[in-house]
């Protein structure tokens, strides 16, 4: 095993986004169905720490399961990604236990599970910043060196994509350059919060942000003699948005919707939470935040969300139906001219490694050619695979591919030759004009 990860060879598989360690090395060593089951676990998992996060604060674990099954049910990130076995099913549980620990100054177990939680994001270095400052203000010093943990994962992150692209910062370059891939505009420090609370109100609806952050502001008044631990809950919701508008200060940061789910767990343990702490019965403690529950989960619940959620599906079986049915014709083309490479889009590498072994080093895609800042020179006399109206980052600004006819890039002298037209997908013979 150790000789493995010493080699300098890039390993078998490349993720179909920017690589994560921690996903990266479940996914090499696991197949699809473990990590399903990896998943369902750590779901399960991370709903018990939360009724016990609800538990520490309120002495009750109904507060934790209304706003756990809230921001599950109700917030369509998380029963999509849920869908798609998406990382942040992973790390969503890993950082709800991650808080649990810190609370209860447990500081190994929250040194070595927030580590883990650094090799899926790097909000989490953020976190554990801040968590770090907290223990220095409350000048607490007991195995306070524990807390330095979580700061190993950026070591590993820089080694991990030295091992598996040669390139130490290749995670970071590709980050950066993501606009370039996406065509999404960046957003600026003037229009930040403006366009990121616009973007999550689209799925909690603007009742739900109001009263949460009320919540938060009468909570946080009333229990001021105790604000101590409500502070490690507020890093959560907040760091988020402090960390990304801050690196938006770099000409500007493309933040997605996914990076606030775990705020928005919490602040809906904020928004029933209020009811234990002004609320003296315990039926209407019971009863008051139930009805809360209802109103708002009839209001919001995302009926046409779920029919695009079944269409998404829907088309990606198709696409990737599309790709098995292109696979004798590659082979075909790929035997005969004998191509430099495979240009195919950068998230369906996987499914080519896996159909096509025989081209497994020959794989490429314009988005590594384009963000890592390669010549399309050098990819000469290769085969371009494009799949059509797939959501494929940089590829769906290479229009001309979906037209079938042939396409000059002056500056370089290479032309995009027609070889094959199919319903669903295109392929290109890249090569320099005589």
Not at 115 to 124: H, T
Not at 306 to 319: A, P
């Amino acid at each position: 095993m150790f000789q493995y990860f010493i080699k300098l060879s890039p390993p078998s598989y490349f993720l179909p986004e920017t690589p994560k360690p921690l996903i990266a090395f479940l996914s090499y060593l696991f197949p699809p169905f473990f990590n399903y089951l990896f998943i369902s676990l750590l779901i399960s998992l991370g709903f018990f720490y939360f009724l016990k996060i609800s538990e520490y604060f309120s002495n009750s674990f109904f507060t934790g399961l209304l706003a756990f099954l809230y921001a599950f049910f109700l917030f369509e990130d998380s029963w999509q990604n849920l869908l798609t076995g998406y990382w942040v099913f992973i790390y969503i549980p890993v950082m709800i236990i991650v808080i649990y620990y810190f609370l209860i100054k447990d500081y190994l177990k929250y040194g070595i599970l927030n580590l883990f939680a650094g090799l899926i994001r790097p909000d989490s270095w953020f976190v554990a910043i801040i968590f770090l400052l907290l223990t220095f203000f409350w000048k607490e010093k007991k195995n306070r060196f524990l807390l330095f943990l979580p700061f190993l994962a950026p070591i590993i992150w820089l080694f991990f994509d030295y091992r598996a692209f040669s390139n130490p910062f290749y995670s970071f370059i590709i980050t950066a350059r993501y606009p370039i891939i996406t065509g999404i505009p960046l957003i600026k420090p003037k229009d930040f919060f403006g366009i990121v609370l616009r973007d999550i109100s689209n799925q909690t609806g603007w009742l739900f942000l109001i009263i949460s952050f009320l919540a938060i502001i009468l909570i946080i008044y009333s229990q001021r003699k105790s604000l101590k631990n409500y502070l490690i809950l507020l890093t959560i919701i907040f760091s988020p948005f402090v960390f990304y508008f801050f690196l938006s200060f770099r000409g500007g940061v493309l933040p997605m919707r996914r990076f606030f789910l775990l705020s928005l767990f919490f602040l809906a343990f904020f928004l029933f939470h209020l009811f234990d702490i002004f609320l003296k019965k315990k039926i209407s403690k019971s009863l008051l935040p139930t009805i809360l529950f209802l109103f708002l989960f009839f209001i919001n619940f995302p009926v046409n969300k779920i029919q695009e959620i079944k269409w998404n599906l829907k088309d990606e079986e198709e696409k990737i139906i599309a790709i098995e049915t292109s696979i004798p014709v590659i082979k075909n083309y790929f035997l005969s001219l004998k191509p430099k490479y495979l240009i195919i889009p950068f998230r369906r590498k996987v499914l080519f490694e896996y159909y096509l072994p025989e081209a497994k080093e020959k794989l490429e895609s314009f988005r590594e050619i384009v963000a890592l800042k390669k010549d399309i020179k050098d990819y000469e006399k290769s085969l371009a695979f494009y799949l059509i109206k797939d959501f494929a980052g940089l590829e769906m600004y290479f229009d001309f591919l979906s037209q079938f006819r042939a396409h000059l890039l002056k500056e370089e002298n290479l032309i995009f030759e027609p070889l094959f037209s199919h319903p669903w997908y295109r392929l290109y013979f890249l090569k320099r004009i005589e």
